[in-house]
């Protein structure tokens, strides 16, 4: 079993940055992708970014080039940076992680608002 803990999310003017993070727990030893989703009102759910155990990385298109990925092994972490954020930017954000033997696990979501 892996918990995940968002945090990070909140109100920002458009063109501004936040940087969510996300911490896992449990069996974090077995995590082998973790990743971001969002989910806007009446939207699906779209990848956002993702982080691979080679170190290959994904991106949505609708961010690349505004957001960044990264991930800390050692403390079992996984960071979101956005920049150039755009009021279509505004939804709930997901972490997520893959553990090959027990599937994917979601964190609660935290807000992203991007709003003048």
């Known amino acids: 079993q892996v918990q995940l803990v968002e945090s990070g999310g909140g109100l920002v003017q458009p063109g501004g940055s936040l940087r969510l993070s996300c911490a896992a727990s449990?069996?974090?030893?077995?995590?082998?992708?973790m990743g971001w989703y969002r989910q806007a009102p009446g939207k699906s759910r779209e990848l956002v970014a993702a982080?691979?155990?080679?170190?290959?990385?994904n991106y949505g298109d609708s961010v690349k080039g505004r957001f960044t990925i990264s991930r800390d092994n050692a403390k079992s972490s996984v960071y979101l940076q956005m920049n150039s954020l755009k009021t279509e930017d505004t939804a709930v954000y997901y972490c997520n992680a893959l553990v090959y033997s027990t599937g994917l696990y979601w964190g609660q979501g935290t807000q992203v608002t991007v709003s003048s």
């Open positions: 982080s691979f155990s080679d170190g290959s990385t």
């Open positions: 449990g069996s974090v030893s077995e995590i082998k992708t």
